[in-house]
């Protein structure tokens, strides 16, 4: 089985984690509307808000997942969740995404939603 995930951080291509996705099959890059990205130093969290948030959509099998949660803490710090994100081609899909858990208070937002920290 297949499953479509959407990364905004260090996932993303050229990033430092992105050797996760290596044998994923890129599907586009992709919005999420309606959450807000925040700075937490190496990498990006986001929660729900007003913003909008820019990454790219992969396609990945049951092994990258489980692979992911471990690498985003899944259940801790992040919460996997099915959302709809837009791909540059105007398309919808629903994919998994990994929200933020904890608070954002005391953290810069990046306002463009455009994660550039390699």
Known sequence: ????VFVYGTLKRDFSLHRYLK???????ASLSGYEMYDFGWYP???PGKGTVFGEVYEIDLKTLFILDEVEDE???YERKILPVKLDDG????????VYKGPVKNKPRVKDGRW???
């Open 1 to 4: 089985m297949r499953y479509l």
């Open 23 to 29: 044998d994923a099959k890129f599907v586009g890059k």
């Open 45 to 47: 969290g986001i929660v």
């Open 75 to 77: 259940g801790h710090e």
């Open 91 to 98: 398309k919808t899909l629903h994919a998994f995404v990994y």
């Open 116 to 118: 550039q920290k390699k």
